[in-house]
Every structure is written in structure tokens, then in C-alpha cells.
């Protein structure tokens, strides 16, 4: 329970160290996007491995968890002191926030239009590539037996015998002398 609870809050804290570039841009710096990951990693280790964790090593996971947040908070700090007041000012207007949620909702709606297009596209053609194939034959050989002619019933032994020494001389017809 404890993990997963870990879990879940690395999940969204990795996912807000992502943001972070997005949304406040003041605030983000170039590897933002490693830490995030990171982070978003820890959190899913945690949320599946809960059944693993019990004891120390949960103890172990708390303590570097506490660790983390507390490192993060400080780096939040360090960068917030390093803003000037008009930026501090103009980060935490209200206005600000709108928009940038604002822009970053037609963003998602923008992609999941294009994911949607594009899983059309690709659905269409792995039914394309999987679709039997049409036969592409131009012509029909011919029988080489007229269709006029009535295939040999057999009503005896014998007449086996004579179809089989047939075959291995096809110029005689078998059934001639003796069917016949």
C-alpha cells in the first residue's frame, strides 16, 4: 500500500518535472527531461513492484523517496530565488496559468487528432497488406482431356490391373479391349 502510494507520487512528480518546460519555462532548465524520467521510472518500479516491497527494503524506498523530494524542493527554491521579481510577479498571476493551460489543451487535442489520423492510416494499411490477394491469372490452360468424354468406371480387379499397367505405358488405352 505504502509503495504504491510512493508510487503513484513519483508518477506525478515525474510527470510535472516534464511539464515544467512547457509551463513554466523560467523555471526549467536543459535536463529537466532526464530527471523527469527518472523520476517517472522510480514510479512505475513502485507501483509494480509492491509485492516485493516489505520490510527494509520498503524502509530503504521511503527514506530515498524523502530524500528525493527533499532535493527537488531545494533545486525548486534555488531556481525561484534566482527569477527576478517581475518574473515571480508574472509566474504566479492567475491569467498566466490560464493560458499556458489553455495552449498546452489545444496542444493534446492536436495530437490526439493526429495519433487518431495516423492509426487510421496505419490500420488501413495493415488491412491492405493482409486483404487476400485477387488472383492475377490472364488465362485458363485447357484440360488436356475433352470434357466430352466420360470418366472409366471400374467393376472389377482386373480392370485395376489394366488402368495400372496403363499408366506406365500411356500410349495403349486399358479399358478398350476389356471394359469395353
Known amino acids: 500500500m505504502v509503495a504504491t502510494a510512493a508510487g503513484l ?10 511539464l515544467v518546460p512547457l509551463l513554466a519555462p523560467e523555471l526549467a532548465r536543459q535536463r529537466d527531461a532526464f530527471w523527469g ?13 509492491t509485492e516485493r516491497l516489505i520490510g527494509a527494503p520498503m524502509l ?12 527537488g524542493l531545494e ?3 534555488g531556481r525561484w ?3 527576478s521579481p517581475e518574473e515571480q510577479t508574472r509566474l504566479a498571476s492567475l ?22 489520423a495516423g492509426r487510421a492510416q ?7 497488406r493482409q486483404s487476400p490477394k485477387t488472383p492475377t491469372k490472364r488465362w485458363v490452360r485447357q484440360d488436356p482431356t475433352p470434357a466430352s468424354e466420360e470418366p472409366a468406371v471400374v467393376s472389377s480387379l482386373a480392370q485395376i490391373d489394366a488402368l495400372l499397367e496403363a ?7 486399358p479399358l478398350s479391349s476389356e471394359a469395353r
Not at 507520487?9 to 516534464?18: M, P, R, S
Not at 491569467?95 to 487518431?116: D, G, I, K, P, V
Not at 496505419?122 to 491492405?128: E, H, P, R, S
Not at 499408366?167 to 488405352?173: A, I
Open 122 to 128: 496505419v490500420g488501413d494499411w495493415i488491412a491492405a
Open 60 to 71: 530503504a524506498v521511503l527514506c530515498g523517496g524523502l530524500l528525493i523530494g527533499r532535493l
Open 9 to 18: 507520487l513519483a508518477l506525478f512528480a515525474g510527470l510535472a518535472v516534464l
Open 81 to 83: 530565488r534566482q527569477l
Open 95 to 116: 491569467e498566466r496559468w490560464q493560458s499556458n493551460l489553455q495552449q498546452l489543451s489545444a496542444t493534446f487535442t492536436q495530437l490526439l487528432a493526429l495519433l487518431t
Open 75 to 77: 533545486v525548486g527554491q
Open 167 to 173: 499408366s506406365d505405358q500411356p500410349s495403349q488405352d
Open 37 to 49: 524520467a527518472v523520476v517517472l521510472l522510480l514510479g512505475l518500479v513502485l507501483v509494480t513492484s
